[in-house]
C-alpha cells in the first residue's frame, strides 16, 4: 500500500480543490491510502460532503497554513505546525513515501530542503515536470525555476539525478538521452557556463546526445532536457501560453463564419483529442528532484482534476521506488565523472609539468 502526505490547505482555493481531487484520486487507485493534513475540523467536514473513503485517509491535524505570497524564510521559520510542513515531515519520518502541495512555491522549496536535505553530491534541488513529445513520449526538463544562477556544475548534476529518474520510471528504456538547452547545437554555442557543462556532460556516464535547441524538446529525440532555472521557467511558461493561444486561436477561426462553423462540427471529434491530450491539467505536478524524499508541487491555480494528476505524479514516483534508484545511480555516476575529472586535471599537470 502507497501512502500519500497531502497538503489539503495549500493552493489558491485549499479544500474546495484539494478534497475533490483526493477523492477521485482514491477512486481510481485502490492500492494507496492519504494522510490529509490540515485543519481537522474543516477537513472532516469537506471529506464527508465529498463522501470520501475514510478507511483509507487519515486526518492529521495542522493549525497553520502558509500563504501563497508568504515569504519562503519567514513560512520555514514561523510556520513550523503548517500543513505543508506537517506534510513533508511524513516522508522525513517516514510515514509517508511522497508529499504533494499546491501550496507557495518558494515556501515548498525551502521547507522541503531543510527538513529532507539533498541527496548526496547534489548541491540544489532542481523543479522538474514531464512534458509531452512527439507520439507517447514524455520529455523530463528542468531546472523550471528553483535555481535561475547555476554553475556547470549544478547543470550537470541536474542531468544526473534526471536521467536516474527518467530509468527508475522506465527501466525497460534503456539509458535516457540527455541534451542540454542551448541557442544552437554547435558545441561552440552559447554562455561559459553553458559551454563548460557541455564539456563536463561529455565526460559524465550518461548518454549524452549534446545540445538541444528548444524547437525540438518535443520532437521525442531526447529524454531529459537540462537548463538553468531562469531559461528553464521561462521555457515553460512560454510553452503554457502558447497552448492556451492555441487553443483560442483555433475556436475563433471555427466561429468566424457559416462555413467554417460547419468544418468543425466535420472536425469536432479531432479537436476534442487535441484538447484532451494537451490538457494543461493532465501535465500537473512537478517534482522537486534531487531531495531525499519524494516531494511533488501541485499548480497553485489548478482545479480538482488537476489536483488529481498531482497526486497520480507522487504515486507513480513513490510505487517505482525512484528515491532510492536516483540515490544508488547519482552515487556512482558522480563517483565516475570525479574520477575521470581527477584524470584530466593530473594529464594538464603533467603536461604543464613537461
Known amino acids: 500500500m502507497i501512502t500519500l502526505a497531502v497538503d489539503a490547505m495549500g493552493g489558491d482555493s485549499g479544500l474546495g480543490v484539494t478534497v475533490p481531487g483526493a477523492v477521485a484520486f482514491l477512486k481510481q487507485q485502490g492500492d494507496v491510502r492519504l ?3 490540515g485543519d481537522e475540523a474543516g477537513l472532516a467536514a469537506a471529506l464527508k460532503a465529498a463522501g470520501a473513503p475514510m478507511e483509507r485517509i487519515e486526518i492529521k491535524h495542522a493549525s497553520q497554513v502558509v500563504d501563497m505570497d508568504e515569504q519562503p524564510q519567514l513560512a520555514l521559520k514561523n510556520k513550523k505546525d503548517s500543513s505543508m510542513r506537517v506534510a513533508v515531515n511524513q516522508v522525513k519520518e517516514g510515514g509517508a513515501q511522497a508529499a504533494v502541495s499546491a501550496g507557495n512555491t518558494g515556501a ?3 521547507t522541503a530542503r531543510f527538513v529532507l536535505k539533498t541527496i548526496p553530491g547534489i548541491e540544489r ?4 515536470k514531464f512534458l509531452p513529445s512527439k507520439g507517447s513520449h514524455s520529455t523530463l526538463m528542468l531546472d523550471l525555476g528553483a535555481n535561475v544562477d547555476c554553475t556547470a ?3 550537470v548534476q541536474f542531468a544526473v539525478v534526471g536521467s536516474e529518474l527518467v530509468q527508475a520510471m522506465n527501466p525497460e528504456g534503456g539509458q ?3 541534451g542540454l538547452l542551448n541557442v544552437g547545437s554547435e558545441d561552440i554555442k552559447g554562455t ?3 559551454k563548460q557543462a557541455f564539456r563536463l556532460l561529455k565526460a559524465a556516464d550518461l548518454n549524452f546526445i549534446g545540445n538541444v535547441e528548444g524547437n525540438e524538446i518535443f520532437n521525442g529525440e531526447v529524454d531529459v532536457v537540462v537548463a538553468d532555472g531562469f531559461v528553464g521557467n521561462i521555457m515553460l511558461k512560454t510553452i503554457e501560453g502558447m497552448v492556451k493561444f492555441m487553443g483560442s486561436a483555433i475556436k475563433q477561426e471555427f466561429q468566424a463564419n457559416i462555413f467554417t462553423k460547419m468544418g468543425a462540427l466535420a472536425a469536432l471529434p479531432a479537436l476534442k483529442g487535441f484538447k484532451n491530450r494537451f490538457d494543461p491539467r493532465k501535465f500537473n505536478g512537478a517534482i522537486f528532484l534531487g531531495l531525499r524524499g519524494v516531494v511533488v508541487k501541485s499548480h497553485g491555480g489548478t482545479d480538482a482534476l488537476g489536483f488529481k494528476y498531482a497526486l497520480e505524479e507522487a504515486y507513480y514516483e513513490a510505487k517505482a521506488d525512484s528515491l532510492l534508484r536516483i540515490e544508488q545511480g547519482v552515487a556512482s555516476r558522480l563517483a565516475v565523472l570525479a574520477e575521470k575529472k581527477l584524470e584530466a586535471e593530473n594529464a594538464a599537470m603533467a603536461n604543464n609539468i613537461e
Open 153 to 155: 556544475e549544478n547543470l
Open 35 to 37: 494522510i490529509m493534513v
Open 192 to 194: 561559459a557556463t553553458v
Open 108 to 110: 515548498l522549496m525551502a
Open 176 to 178: 535516457p538521452r540527455v
Open 125 to 128: 534541488p532542481a523543479i522538474a
